[in-house]
Each structure stands twice: as C-alpha cells, then as structure tokens.
C-alpha cells in the first residue's frame, strides 16, 4: 500500500491523475494540498474539493496552499484548461471545506508523523515543497519518495522553447526541491508526451453514465476541440496522470540517474531543467557533470501498459452510474 499525499494545481490533467489515486485499491491517499498554477488557488482548491466529492470520496482533507511563486510574477495556463481549470465544466458547490491549516503545514506533519512511509507526489508548481522542506529540511530523510511532474530534458518545453510549465511558473522552488536531498523521480515531458490517450478511449470510459467519466469526457473534449484543434493536437498527454502511476508501477517507465538544475537567471531560458546524466552514451562524456546525480529521471514510457492501466482502474471504480 502507498501512502500518498498529493500536492496539485486542478487541472484538466491533474483531475485525472486524481481520479486514477482514487481508483487505485494500492494507494491510500492522505491528503491533497493545492497550489496556485493552472488556474488561481482558489480554483485549484475548489476543483481538488469538487473532484473528491464528484468521485464519493468526500472524506480526504484539502489543504490550501500557496497562492504565487517565490520570487517571480505568478502565471497561469487558463489558455490550456479553462477560466476554472477544469475545461468550463461545472461541479456543484463542494460540501466541504479546506482544513484550517496551511498545505505547508499539512506536507510537515504527514511526513513527521509517518517516517520512511509517505511519497509525496507534485504534479503543480513545487512551491509548497520548497516551503516546507526549507522550514524543515529533516523531511528531506523521513520521506519515503518524491514524485515529480515537471521538466523538459532531453525535448522542447511546453509554455517556452526549453521550459515545461510547472517548472517555469515557479523555477526557484523547483530548484530548492530539487537539491534538497530527498530521493526524486523526475517524471518530464521526456517520457509525459508519448503517454497519450486519444478520444475514442475517453469516451470508451464514459459509455456508462458515471459522473466521473463523463467529467473526463466533457474536460478532455474542451482541451481537443478549444485549445488542441488549432494546434494539431489530437490525443491528450497524460502529464500528471503519468506522474502519478509512477507511485504504483515506477516500471511502467525507464529511468536514468541525473544530475538536474534548474536556469533561474536566462531572460529567454527561465525554468529550462539541465540535465547531465550518469551515463551519457549519446553526448560526449568530457561533459559529464562532476555532480551526484540528484533524481532518477524518466526517459521512456511503456505507454501500451500505461494506458491499458489507467482504463483498466479507471473503468473498475467508475464504470456503473449512479
């Protein structure tokens, strides 16, 4: 059993890396923390609140986070999922209410309380990471993993030509997580943009009325036919979702030992990850890094098994309507 606390920004993909926690009988989910990315915090918290109850899993505690990056001037990927993140798709008010305390508060004492036992999975901008492993760096050695959605190593970016968006929204808390010491699977677009699911599985998956899949269905839709038509895109890359079943099959995925950091001063390269790897059979080794290799990062995914998994779950917890 993996005992998962999730830290997101929801997200079109986000929700469905969530929905894939919750209908994994493998995983017992936590908590979930939010965080300001694709869309303001305020949205992220509602939509993780909305999604859990959407899913009948009211009872997972929701822990409002952070509201801008660090250092930089906040910005968000409404463009890419919508005003309220979820591609325009309206949930009904959630019943219940964020804990009191703060995200940062909530990564602490998950980890603290349970050494050795709790993975910490981001899939948003790593700014309540970076807070809390700043206020207690011991966490670094207590937590069992850290699983991390973000990057572009070895492949263009996704919001600039070598920036992937998590990391660009807030580069300087990705590069305090990433040095912090704690043991981090990179999960990168290296490996996220071959995981695509098209369509036709979407709607596969929502043949049978639940309320889950057909809120995937309508988000997935959005994202093809608003954002994705103009730019020839015509399958959904499961970024997050990727990231997440890493908690449950890391060999769902190849990986590579690297050392990763992150430009925090480039005018036209803020947020590029630079990766040197341990062995670096394609690039000439006098440009090795003298640096210990800081994560595994991912550079290839099964994306047959992958996809085969998310339907499988997808369709055994959420395949009868209400």
């Known amino acids: 059993m993996v005992r998962l606390l999730l830290d997101t920004d929801p997200g079109i993909d986000d929700a469905l890396a969530l929905f894939l926690a919750l209908a994994s009988p493998d995983i017992q989910l936590e908590a979930v923390t939010t965080v300001s990315g694709n869309v303001h915090v305020d949205f992220t918290t509602r939509n993780a609140l909305a999604l859990l109850e959407l899913a009948g899993r009211p009872g997972i505690p929701v822990a409002r986070g952070c509201d801008r990056p660090l250092v930089r001037q906040p910005v968000i990927a409404d463009y890419v999922h919508g005003q309220n993140g979820l591609g325009g798709v309206m949930l009904p008010e959630p019943q219940q209410r964020p804990v009191s305390v703060h995200a940062v508060d909530v990564i602490l004492q998950k980890i603290l309380e349970a050494p050795g036992e709790i993975t910490l999975a981001a899939i948003g901008p790593l700014t309540n990471l970076a807070l809390a492993v700043r206020r207690e760096p011991r966490i670094a050695q207590l937590v069992r993993e850290v699983l991390v959605m973000g990057g572009a190593l070895r492949v263009p970016g996704n919001v600039t030509p070598v920036s992937e968006f998590n990391i660009f929204a807030d580069p300087h808390a990705a590069h305090i997580v990433l040095h912090a010491g704690w043991p981090i699977r990179l999960v990168s677009l290296d490996a996220t943009n071959h995981a695509d699911m098209r369509r036709e599985q979407f709607n596969a998956l929502a043949t ?104 499988e779950r997808i369709h055994n917890a959420f395949s009868l309507a209400r």
């Open 208 to 311: 049978r009325s639940h309320p889950v899949t057909q809120c995937m269905k309508a988000m997935v839709d959005y994202h093809l036919d608003d954002f994705g038509k103009a730019r020839g895109i015509t399958a959904f890359h499961m970024h997050d979702p990727l990231c997440l079943a890493a908690a449950i099959s890391p060999d769902l995925i190849d990986w590579k030992p690297a050392y990763v950091d992150v430009e925090l001063n480039g005018t036209l390269t803020l947020g590029a990850t630079v990766a040197y790897f341990e062995k670096m059979e394609d690039i000439d080794p006098d440009l090795a890094h003298p640096r210990r290799s800081n994560v595994l990062a991912s550079v290839g995914v099964d994306v047959e098994r992958f996809v085969a998994m998310y339907m």
